[in-house]
Every structure is written in C-alpha cells, then in structure tokens.
C-alpha cells in the first residue's frame, strides 16, 4: 500500500494513526483536512492502477475530493499497488471510522462485498460493478451502491465517428482482460463501427476483437511491452484507428503509434485523453467518457446529507452519465458532416430507434 501525496484545497494533511491500521496494512491512509464544518468522513480506495492514472482512479478521487469540500468534511484515500493490498486497504478505512468508502473499478467487487457484509453500519459505494457475484440480479450487500456506466453507447459513438474518419477503412480495438467493464466498450464500438458500414453502405471491418472473450487482451493492466504489441499487431493489419480500453495500457499504443511512422489516431477510454494527458493531443481523435468525477461526487453528496441511497447508479447518454469527448485537434480532420450525423445517431439511441447491446441495456 502507498498513500498519496495530494493535498486537499482546503488545508492540510493529517497524520493519525490507529492500531487497527497499522496492523492491517503497515501505513495509515491519508487524511485530506477539510473546513471543518461537518463530521461526516467519506473515504476512497483505488485499484492497482492509482490516483495518477489518467482515468477512473483519478476522477473518482477528484470526486470525492469535491464533495468533501463542498460538505466542509476531511476524506481519507488510500491506494492499493496490487490486487493483495485490498483487504487489508478495507479493512484500514473501516478501522479510521470512514462513514462512507468508495472502492474504484471492479477489481475491488470480491473485497468490497466482504467488508461490507463484515460491516452493516458503513456505507459502500463500488465503482464500475454490480457486487453481484452470484448473478442473480440483487446487490449482495444492502449497504452497497453501485455506480455504473452503460459505456457501449457512447462506444457506439466513438465506432461510427471512427469508421467515418478511417482511410483504411480498418480500425481496431484491444483490452486488457475481457471484463464485462471491458468489453461493453469494445462491443458498442463494434456496433457502432458496424451500423455506420450498413447505413453508409461502406466497407470497414475492426480487428482485434470479435465479441465476448474473443479477441486481443494483454491479460493485465499495465502499460508495458505487451500492450505495446498487441497495439502493433492491430496496426500491422493496417488500422488506422485503435480503441485501447484498460486503464494505462493506452500507453503502450502510443508507443506503438510512434513508432509505426503511420497516421494512426487513438480513442480514449473514461476521461477525455486530450485534457488528461497532453501527450496524447496529436493522435487522439476523440475520446469515450464516462463522467464518474459527477456521479460520484453526487453520491457522496448525498451521503454526507444522510440520504445514502444503494439504488444502483448506470450512466446512460441520456442522463449524460457518458459521453463522447470533443474532436479538438482532429476538428478539421473530420468530416464537415460527421458531428451531425453524431447527434442524430445520439438521439436515435435515447429514444430507443437505434438498439445498443449491452449487459447493462434495459
């Protein structure tokens, strides 16, 4: 376990230390101090990816870090450096008196659910995961909230907008394990890639992923030479659009990028890559968001009024809990046509004319 070394707007670290921390994990998470007007104490966890990643982890904390600030309250985080570090991360917030933890991607589902069966009286919110382990379509515990996000639709988006923009007519997609939370943005790109050859009655196909657990996958989410050349391979078959979904192996396709000297543009995954990471400003054609910094600084809201709700949260372009990132620099790469017909497109799936499957779609 790491703690991080952010600091909060509103004042400064506090360092407090309890033996049931101690004892679970080696170090103390970190106290973020507040104005001091409320008691409430919401804290966070982060997968093995971080507070830094560029992407759930960071936007997930920046949420909780905006309620506490608006509620007048500290907040404590904790990050986790691997999958074994989750428990025990747990079981140190609950050990700090947290009323409120939020757990971030579904790696933590397993570990969430355990501390919150072990703990009735505190609230959990699980980013990115039903906490339905048995599948039987109930959260497996009262006192989890599960925030979640319909991302095919705005996948769906990302593959027209991809297919339009191709040159190839080749554009390809690759994730890191094939995770539900994975693969509906590597499904509602596909989608979308293909109603945009049948509308269109143009040829493009995408490679790298044929559904469910078939195609490209690292096998982890790490930015290393693996994801590197899974993203070469895909280039390889002469695509010039990737989709790399799973956190930073984002990276290892830029490298890939650069380093075929081919015109290959990006899309981006949760956050809007062009704001988060400015290396990426040049190849990034757009990117699909899902707006977790909003939702969960919504949900934390509530919870510090005392208006917990474990009603499941699932972002929809409807409700805009996701979305499609702006052009920016490819803006005149584009077609003159292509943001209307994106529109048009949007619409059609809010209003049900145009059907996006997805394990979250009603």
């Not at 971030?104 to 969430?112: D, E």
């Not at 355990?114 to 382990?133: G, H, Q, R």
């Amino acid at each position: 376990m790491k703690n991080t070394m952010k600091k909060a707007a509103a004042g400064g670290v506090a360092a407090v230390l309890s033996a049931a921390a101690l004892a679970a994990c080696g170090e103390a998470p970190s106290e973020r101090a507040g104005e001091g007007k409320s008691d409430y104490l919401p804290c966070i966890v982060s997968d093995e990816g971080g507070f830094d990643d560029k992407s759930f982890n960071q936007l997930s904390y920046e949420g909780v870090k905006e309620a506490a600030d608006e509620l007048g309250s500290d907040f404590k985080d904790v990050e986790s450096n691997s999958p074994n570090d989750y428990t025990s991360n747990l079981e140190g917030l609950v050990g700090q008196g947290c009323d409120t933890i939020v757990t971030v991607g579904f790696a933590l589902s397993a570990a969430t659910i355990e501390s919150a069966k072990a703990n009735p009286e505190t609230e959990y919110v699980l980013i990115d995961d039903a906490a339905d382990a048995n599948f039987d379509g109930k959260t497996d515990a009262e006192n989890i909230k599960p925030i979640l996000y319909d991302t095919a639709q705005a996948a769906f988006l990302a593959g027209y907008a991809a297919a339009d923009y191709t040159k190839t007519g080749v554009v390809g997609t690759y994730g890191g394990q094939p995770f539900p939370t994975v693969t509906i943005f590597m499904d509602g790109f596909k989608q979308g890639v293909e109603y945009y050859a049948k509308t269109k009655k143009k040829d493009v196909k995408v490679v790298g992923y044929e559904g469910g657990e078939k195609g490209s996958f690292t096998g982890e989410f790490v930015a290393n030479e693996k994801a590197t050349n899974t993203a070469r391979q895909i280039i390889e078959q002469n695509a010039d659009v990737i989709l790399p979904v799973g956190g930073p192996i984002y990276q290892g396709a830029l490298t890939a990028i650069e380093d075929s000297g081919k015109e290959v543009a990006l899309i981006g995954v949760d956050a809007d890559f062009y704001e988060t990471d400015p290396k990426t400003q040049d190849v990034v054609l757009t990117s699909i968001l899902k707006n977790m910094k909003t939702s969960t600084t919504d949900v934390i809201l509530a919870a510090g009024e005392d208006k917990f709700d474990a009603t499941p949260y699932v972002g929809t372009l409807e409700n805009e809990g996701v979305g499609l990132a702006p052009f920016h620099n490819f803006e005149s790469k584009v077609s003159d046509t292509l943001p209307a017909e994106l529109e048009e497109v949007s619409a059609g799936i809010v209003d049900g004319s145009i059907k996006v499957n997805s394990y979250l779609a009603k």
